[in-house]
Nanobody
């Protein structure tokens, strides 16, 4: 089973941008649909964005549409989450996860069977 490693989190002011990266160790990323989830203290885990195995399809939570962009570079074995116009309510731990889905985007959490440890994103007002 691949291990997923996220990077790119940090502290940013409202209106700023961050780019998260997720890379696996021990296997090709192109075998999996991939998603970015977030969880803030006291809140349920939320699927922020998902992307299909090849990258042709994407899905976004309504709360981030128009601000976040998920992409993947299978040649570099990396999935990205570009986050623009960040808001304090985007503060959370962000996790990438993979789903063994050959086509389409996995939009429900139970489809994902492997999760990274997460990276903290903090947006100050």
């Amino acid at each position: 089973q691949v291990q997923l490693v996220e990077s790119g989190g940090g502290l940013v002011q409202a209106g700023g941008s961050l780019r998260l990266s997720c890379a696996p160790s021990g296997g090709p990323f192109s075998s999996y649909a991939t998603g970015w989830f977030r969880q803030a203290p006291g809140k349920e885990r939320e699927l922020v964005a998902g992307i299909s195995r090849i990258g042709g399809r994407t899905h976004y939570a309504d709360s981030v549409k128009g601000r976040f962009t998920i992409s993947r570079d299978n040649a570099k074995n990396t999935v990205y989450l570009q986050m623009n116009s960040l808001k304090p309510e985007d503060t959370a731990v962000y996790h990438c996860a993979v789903a063994p889905r050959s086509v389409g985007v996995a939009i429900v959490a139970h489809e994902y069977n492997n999760w990274g440890q997460g990276t903290q994103v903090t947006v100050s007002s």
